[in-house]
């Protein structure tokens, strides 16, 4: 390290009380906003759960869907219309909707219930108990084990329940990348027996998944089935539709916003004023550096190191509290739906640099506009 910035490290961490302060700041701005980006990332995982699960590589739907949950039934010839497009490799239905269950103890818990193709089963879950070809016997269904798991008493293989006055058996136990959002369990089963134990209209296909038979068939098939008046997404592209609906025709992401950046406002007062007022004690000791022969450059080069290692020191204790945080309160809390993702870090780190850049600006115009005269005469 030059010894110019030598100096400025020692004055810097030699002031303890304001380089506490400063780091205090820092970390807690940090915090706040990598808490609030994450759990907004979090929710928005969560929502598209049901897209991440299946793992379709593209999504027919009505044109006025908004989220996964909010489905509208397509009609039947629909299917049929979709598998005579070119490019289509193959296209199967599925079931997504809502059911009360009545447990064993006599409460009422409510469910998602995914119905799958009954001749391919595509889009079923990663089995942690019993075999996918169970689904197939009399009143079987799968229950994901996830955050919602325990709302249906921890089921196991046998486990019967009621489902619109029919008997219903668990028959496998199966896992999923991603929980739900709407804090209900989830159970898996196929899609005839959905239309046998679930009141339906008069249409009752949720979704139709579909597998082009190349990428560059895809753009064919969102333009034929938007020619019969219906929208084809991708998986990203319904994911993306999703977030957009939460983020923008909803109140959570304007929420997050708000207090994301009231974190960022907090952490650059705080940070900026305390900073300003290590410049100013120590502004003699700048006079004396510059009255010896420092340029400069060299007095900006002390203060930019100066902000950037608290800032970045910050940072770095910022995202370790609250992935700690974070940590902690998935193991206690299932229903926690936090996650930290490289936007979040990225999001804060250009706040954090925003904040470094604004102190050090007021503390660059102040060192430069003293006069060792004036330092030597005090």
Known sequence: MPGILQIAYKLLINDRA????????????????????????GILSRSSSTVINIGASVWVMDPAVQTVANTIPLPDYVLDEVRSVPGVKYAVPLYSGAALLKLRDGTYQAANVIGLDDTSLFGWPQMLAGNIEDIFAENAFIAIKDSEFYKLENPTIGTEFELNDHRGVIVGIARVASSALFGVPTLYTTYNRCLQYIPNTRFTISYLLVEP???????????RVAARGYLALTKDEFVQKISDFYMYHTGIGTNMMLMTLISFIVGLSISGQTFYTFILENIDKFGALKAIGAKGRELVSMIL???????????????????????????????????ITFGNLTTAFVMVVIIAAVSSY??????????PFDIFRG
Do not use: N
Not at 22 to 40: D, H, K, P, R, Y
Not at 213 to 223: E, L, Q
Not at 323 to 337: E, S
């Open 305 to 339: 190191f100066q902000a950037t290692f608290v800032a970045l020191t910050g940072y770095g204790i910022g995202v370790g509290l609250c992935a700690g945080l974070i940590w902690l309160a998935r193991t206690h809390l299932p229903d926690y739906a936090a996650m």
């Open 362 to 371: 007021f503390g660059v115009r102040k060192v430069l506009r003293i006069e």
């Open 18 to 41: 304001k380089f506490a302060a400063l780091l205090v700041g820092i970390t807690f701005a940090v915090f706040l906003m990598i808490e609030m980006t994450s759990l907004f990332a």
């Open 213 to 223: 038979k190349s990428p560059a068939d895809v753009a064919t098939i969102k333009a």
